[in-house]
């Protein structure tokens, strides 16, 4: 499965971001989606995850209420709707699959990667 991340950019406090991950090589109604982002000198943190249906959903604390995780089965695309974005979401953020049934934050716990997509958020 190749994963393709877009969408990211530089945008002011308060404003916000969709990104787009779009899914090739694989069964992706079959995959759980998460989004991740790693900022300079930190880990890399769980942002959003969703289950094959999109019925199901789990965010990180930091995220709740501003991020939106969505997928669109026929179009092998996952998406993440940014509002309300703070310097401190600066970071890259990577698009992920599980080859699960539930989501799980744990990223050792994905298959599959994108390459990243920056998203700076200035004060």
């Known amino acids: 499965v190749q994963l393709v991340e877009s969408g990211g950019g530089l945008v002011q406090a308060g404003g916000s971001l969709r990104l787009s991950c779009t899914a090739s090589?694989?069964?992706?109604?079959?995959?759980?989606m998460g989004w991740f982002r790693q900022a300079p000198g930190k880990e890399r943190e769980f942002v959003a995850g969703i289950n094959w249906s999109g019925r199901e959903t789990d965010y990180g604390d930091s995220v709740k209420g501003r991020f939106t995780i969505s997928r669109d089965n026929a179009k092998d695309t996952v998406y993440l709707q940014m509002n309300s974005l703070k310097p401190d979401d600066t970071a890259v953020y990577y698009c992920a699959a599980a080859r699960k049934y539930t989501i799980t934050t744990m990223k050792t716990q994905y298959d599959y990667w994108g390459q990243g997509t920056q998203v700076t958020v200035s004060s």
């Open positions: 090589g694989g069964i992706f109604s079959a995959l759980v």
